[in-house]
């Protein structure tokens, strides 16, 4: 079936050091893709999507590719700060399933620290 | 514009209790969901609701029903909650157009002892 992988947490970095979350996807058809975030106590909030191969969404300065070859959509952030500590969860939606409902991976924890 | 809201933010009952958590959108969008979010397992759907007068089971349904009053509101109901049902239950909807990205509501923290 169709399901998302991403790399297991926490994950601790310094401020201003690079960022990359990993997430793979496995999926019968062509999923839009989708990078939320989760801050403590709070809901998800969309932070970028890509709807075709070779896309790249982008927001906040965070980024990702849709690699079909590769069925990845990375999270990347040039230099992260103290604020994008969170929890960020990568997910796939068909449109065809269930209503379009969104299939996440089981999220990634991160920390930065000043 | 509220966008998704969320009633209540917190509650604790007891097993066996019933109880509704009311959700509500003010982006006149056709599509909600209920989901849970439990530790290490991400988000996984209970219902959903492609438009104004119906509802289909999500993955994990059981023990819960919904009701998708007009089309602003969808309520999730527990008729007798247990143990497992604790967890943090979030409402969401869908856009109309575009790629299909869903806004979510802040969440309900539900204990059941």
């Known amino acids: 079936g169709d399901s998302v992988t991403q790399m297991e947490g926490p994950v601790t970095l310094s401020e201003e050091a690079f960022l990359t979350i990993n997430c793979t996807y496995t999926a019968t058809g062509y999923p839009s893709l989708f990078w939320y975030v989760q801050y403590p106590g709070e809901g998800l909030q969309l932070l970028l999507k890509?709807?075709?191969?070779?896309d790249k969404g982008s927001n906040k300065g965070f980024e990702a590719t849709y690699r079909k070859e590769t069925t990845s959509f990375h999270l990347e952030k040039g230099s992260v700060q103290v604020s994008d500590s969170a929890v960020y969860f990568c997910a796939l939606s068909l449109i065809y399933n269930q209503g379009g409902k969104l299939i996440f991976g089981q999220g990634t924890e991160l920390s930065v620290k000043p | 514009n509220a966008g998704v809201t969320q009633t209540p933010k917190f509650q604790v009952l007891k097993t066996g209790q019933s109880m509704t958590l009311q959700c509500a959108q003010d982006?006149?969008?056709?599509?909600m969901y209920w989901y849970r979010q439990d530790p290490g397992m991400g988000l996984r759907l209970i219902y959903y609701?492609?438009?104004?007068?119906t509802t289909d089971k999500g993955e994990v349904p059981n023990g819960y029903n919904v009701s998708r009053l007009n089309k602003r509101e969808f309520s999730l109901r527990l008729e007798s909650a247990a143990p497992s049902q604790t967890s943090v239950y979030f409402c969401?909807?869908?856009?109309?157009w575009g790629s299909g990205e869903q806004y979510f509501g802040p969440g309900t923290r539900l204990t059941v002892t």
């Open positions: 890509a709807t075709k191969a070779d």
């Open positions: 982006m006149n969008h056709n599509s």
């Open positions: 609701s492609a438009s104004e007068g």
């Open positions: 969401a909807s869908r856009a109309n």
